[in-house]
C-alpha cells in the first residue's frame, strides 16, 4: 500500500528523533511491502531562520493533503523573547488548525524492566497501560469571553469555559470507540457537582452509553480522579476528558512510565478503530518538547517518536500489525538492557540516540 506522510523534525532533539523514527518506518516498508512517501519541510524555530514564519501556508496545505503528518517539536531559547512577534509555538497551532484535529490520545503503559525509572512504588506501577484522550478545540483555552482589564478596585481576568453537544459528542466517541478495541472500560472525567459544562458533559456520556452496551462506562470528578491515578492506575483502561482537565491529568499520567521521552501522543480529526477498518487523518508528535540542553550530544530517547510511528500506522494508515510489530520491537529492545540517557540505572551504561533506534529498526527487521 502507499500514503503520504509529511515530516517536519522542528528544533532542538526533534530531528535526531525522526531520524531513528523514520529508519524504523523504513524497515515496516520493507519488511510489509508498502511505500512511505515522505515529504520534509521545516516548522517553529526553523521555519522563522529560513523563512521569518513558524510555519509556510504551503505546507499547512502539504499537511491537509497527506495521509499524517510526523512531528518533531518546536522552540528554545534562542526564539523565546516574549516581545516577538512570531514563536515556534505559532507552527504547533496553526497545522493543528489546518488539520482540524480535534483529540489528543496519550498512551501510558509500564514496563517492568524500567519500574525503578519512575518515582512510585514499583507495585503501583506494575501493569499499567492506559490512554488518556483529551479534548484539543474547546473549553477554557478557547471560550469567549477571555480579556484582562483594570477597575477602580485592581485588575480583573475572564476566561469562559464553553462547550457545545456536537464538541462533547464527537470526542466521547473517540473514546467509546478505543475503549471498545481494548479492555471495554471508559472512565469519562469531569467537574459534575460544580460546572455546567460538566453536567451536560455527564449527561451526553450516559446518553451515548446506550449506544454501547459492550463497554462499561464509570464517572469521575477530575480531582478524586487525579488521586486515583496515582494511587490505583491499573483501574483506568481508556479516560476521556475535556482541554483543561486532559491538559494536566495527561502530565500527571506521565510519571508512571518513568520519563516524557518513553511516552507518544496522536491528535486527530475523526474517530479511528483500533483494527484498522477506520482511518483518521491525524497529528503525530511524542509529548516530549524539545530539550535543546541536550540536542545534539546523542542523550536524546527516540522511542517516544518510535511508538508514535506506531500509533500512526495503526489510527491513520490502518495497518495495526504493522502497529503492533513496532510496539514488540520496543519491547524487545527494553527488555534487552537497552536504556537511553533518562531511563538509565546509576552505575549503567546508556545507548545513544542512534544506538537505540538501530536496536528498535532490527527488532523489527528480525520479526
Known sequence: MQFDILVLPGDGIGPEVINEALKVLEVVARKFGHSFNLSQDLVGGAAIDAYGVALKPE???????????????????????????????????????AMGVYANIRPVKSYKFLANATPLKPSVVEGVDLIVIRELTGGLYYGLPKRRWNTQRGRRGVDTMKYSEREIERILR?????ARGRRKKLTSVDKANVLETSRLWRQIAQEMSAEYPDVTVDHQLVDSCSMQLIQNPRRFDVMVMENTFGDILSDEASVLAGSLGMLPSASLAGVPSTDGHRRARGFYEPIHGTAPDIAGQGKANPIATILTVAMMLRYSLGLPKEALAVEQAVDKALESGLRTADIVAAGERA??????????????ARG
Open 59 to 97: 505546507t499547512a496545505q502539504k499537511a491537509r493533503a497527506s495521509d499524517a503528518l510526523l512531528f518533531g517539536a518546536v522552540g528554545g531559547p534562542k526564539w523565546s523573547d516574549p516581545t516577538a512577534s512570531v514563536r515556534p509555538e505559532d507552527g504547533l497551532l496553526a497545522l493543528r488548525k
Open 174 to 178: 473517540v473514546g467509546f470507540e478505543l
Open 351 to 364: 545507548v545513544t540516540t542512534t544506538q537505540m533506534g538501530n536496536a528498535i529498526a532490527e527488532a523489527v
